[in-house]
């Protein structure tokens, strides 16, 4: 759901390099989108409110913040178990 919905952001703007990454320690899933071609933080948020509600729902987090070398990083941690 985050992946989906950061990709279609994602084209739908300017585009720029995307990096996808999953871990899973056996309590989390955290997820983390590196979107070079976004704008700000609050901005990503805003456009993934829906993904926000669905993370809160399943007693997740959802952050987004400045990544380097430029654009956003969005972090979803999902509790597992």
Do not use: N
């Amino acid at each position: 759901m985050l992946v989906d919905d950061v990709l279609r952001r994602a084209s739908r703007d300017r585009g720029g390099p995307l990096t996808v990454a999953a871990s899973h320690d056996g309590a989390t899933l955290v997820v983390e989108v590196h979107d070079q071609g976004a704008g700000s933080p609050e901005r990503a948020l805003d456009e993934l409110l829906a993904v926000a509600d669905r993370v809160s729902a399943l007693d997740g987090r959802l952050t987004a913040g400045p990544a380097a070398p430029g654009g956003v990083r969005i972090r979803a941690e999902l509790p597992c178990g």
